[in-house]
């Protein structure tokens, strides 16, 4: 009897580790992330439900000349399928593609580094 309870109580239990874990996709694109380029450009993408929410903030026309930090913040919804981030910008859709080797993304042509 004790080992069908445990038999079972094992079953159980990797059911729900199954079940948690079949949900868990995209994380690897989450976080702050930086252009490579142009440190004063930032990327950040959040969990929403099933999608993701893009926040990207780049400097001001003014900012680049008067060199302050004022900063233009956008906010998109993101999708992902096949493996790749598919950005509802309103005018066209944009893709965000995380490079596994390099702990990098790949968002309008411009590598974005994951802030520490």
């Not at 956008?74 to 080797?101: H, P, W």
Request: aromatic share 8%.
């Amino acid at each position: 009897m004790r080992r069908m309870i445990a038999m079972l109580f094992s079953t159980v239990l990797m059911l729900v580790f199954a079940a948690g874990c079949g949900n868990i996709t995209g994380g690897e694109f989450t976080g702050k992330w930086v252009n490579s380029e142009r440190s004063a450009e930032t990327v950040e993408i959040k969990r929403n439900g099933e999608s993701f929410i893009v926040t990207q903030s780049t400097p001001t026309t003014i900012a680049k000349i008067v060199n302050n930090d004022e900063k233009r913040t956008r906010e998109y919804t993101a999708v992902l399928k096949d493996g790749v981030l598919t950005v509802n910008t309103g005018s066209e859709a944009k893709t965000i593609s995380y490079v596994k080797d390099g702990d990098y993304l790949l968002f309008e042509e411009h590598k974005f580094i994951r802030q520490k």
